[in-house]
């Protein structure tokens, strides 16, 4: 037998072979596990389950996602124990700012992402302010999702049936004046909450932490700061909610439900999620407006927004999938319907720049009486405050939501020696309270 005889007789052999090689590889491919992602909450989990349908229609119709939602302070346990047991590891990770703080001490789990971030433009596209959150030292570990512009949410009902109007507020001293003469008829103005102390210094230009790590760099400007908070409440005109936190279900139904208080300070998050899915018989008497301005000795006014929290997604470095999860992330990140739904389904204002001219974005809300949520925030955004992260901040904040606030809203103990104690406290080290670990 020839050999050019016996080459031909073995093709189909070779044919069949190949053939069954092709099989195990779809069928390898088609047994292929779905990439694990993690969410914070049951309403980020249907609108990552409607952008993995997006992206099959858009992208790849092969892309497959299992995806989890846990609750805000549920998610760092769940990480915990799934890093240290190697199991059941998620490959993408939804992760407020505030909690990302505390995988900084040691070696990150999370993926580096500088190049890839340079690669799709995000470092020109993202705000700056926002990207930094999620950058240490030089690398970028997550890409944040929300602009997380502070506003002031105010009851228009209320204001009609006081007499009052927007134009009136402009000041924090003009907040204070109409605030004390409400209160001379039983009425509060503003709710309080432990994280206005962040948020209003920051506004102010303050911060937690420098870009050295140092605490309370602007101490003086802190002590004012919690002084002024504590008397906002000693005057009557803010009130310390019955479990004091605006972040509570339970504020909705008391304090708001009951007209104790007439505005409240929060992230475009706080207005499009937590107002709107636990006061929706108010809808059309929430309004929005800028914060009212500090006015310092020179007579200058600050900005008129802040900031605080806000969430991000990371890659685990242990993921098997990483080039398959980033190309979702960019998806999601640069997508004009996936930027536009994140809105309009009540889940924050995007940092993504191009979005801001988005018509969708920016039509005016019946829930906020036709308010543009949008516009204000587009408005606000190139103001919104830097924040220098640091491992420590985590522990800062549990810090001040656990008790800095709370003990001077009710009279006890003064801003300096609660400020000099927290001082010490995080300068000594330490780490997030034990149910936080």
């Known amino acids: 037998m020839s050999l050019k005889r016996n080459s031909v007789r073995s093709l189909p052999w070779i044919a069949s072979v190949g053939a069954i090689l092709m099989a195990l590889v779809a069928s390898r491919l088609a047994a292929a596990e779905p990439v694990e992602i993690w969410i914070s909450s049951q309403q980020d989990k249907i609108y990552y389950e409607q952008m993995v349908r997006l992206y099959q229609k858009e992208v790849d119709s092969d892309f497959t996602a299992d995806i989890k939602a846990f609750g805000f302070r549920e998610m760092p346990d769940k990480l915990a124990i799934a890093f240290k047991t190697q199991t059941n590891t998620p490959d993408i990770v939804q992760l407020d700012e505030v909690f990302f703080g505390m995988y900084l001490q040691d070696e990150t789990p999370f993926v580096d992402l500088t190049d890839r971030v340079k690669a799709a433009g995000l470092d020109k596209t993202l705000m700056p302010q926002r990207l930094e959150l999620f ?212 889940n924050s204002f995007p940092a993504y720049k191009p979005s801001f001219s988005d018509v969708r974005l920016l039509q005016p809300q019946p829930f906020f009486g036709y308010d543009s949520m949008g516009q204000i925030l587009v408005d606000l955004a190139p103001d919104v405050p830097r924040v220098a992260m640091n491992a420590k901040r985590p522990m800062a904040v549990f810090m001040i939501q656990e008790g800095l606030l709370s003990g001077l809203m009710y009279g006890e103990g003064d801003a300096r020696t609660a400020l000099t104690q927290f001082k010490q406290q995080l300068e000594s080290g330490g780490g997030p309270p034990d149910d936080q670990q």
Do not use: C
């Not at 002590?223 to 479990?243: C, E, H, W, Y």
């Not at 709107?276 to 108010?282: N, R, T, V």
């Not at 006015?295 to 605080?308: K, L, P, V």
């Open 135 to 346: 950058t240490h030292g030089d690398r970028v570990l997550g890409v944040p999702q929300s602009l997380s512009a502070i506003v002031l949410y105010y009851r228009r009902d209320m204001f009609e049936q006081f007499d009052l109007s927007p134009d009136q507020f402009q000041t924090w001293d003009d907040l204070v004046s109409v605030g004390e003469k409400l209160a001379e008829d039983n009425q509060s103005f503003l709710a309080m909450d432990p994280s206005y102390f962040g948020i209003l210094l920051r506004q102010r230009g303050g911060h937690l932490f420098d870009e050295e790590g140092n605490v309370l760099p602007d101490f003086e400007l802190a002590v004012d700061t919690l002084d002024f908070l504590s008397n906002l409440a000693q005057k009557r005109i803010g009130l310390m909610p019955d479990r004091s936190s605006i972040f509570d279900p339970v504020f909705f139904g008391g304090d708001v439900a009951n007209n104790e208080i007439m505005a409240i300070i929060g992230a475009d998050w706080y207005g499009l999620d937590m107002i709107q899915q636990f006061s929706p018989e108010l809808e059309g008497e929430w309004g929005i407006m800028p914060l009212p301005a500090w006015i310092d000795d020179a007579g200058n006014a600050s900005i008129r927004t802040s900031t605080f929290a806000g969430q991000g997604l990371t890659i685990y470095k242990g993921s098997p999938v990483i080039d398959e999860s980033w190309k979702f992330i960019e998806f999601v990140m640069t997508n004009k319907d996936a930027n536009a739904q994140r809105f309009l389904q009540g």
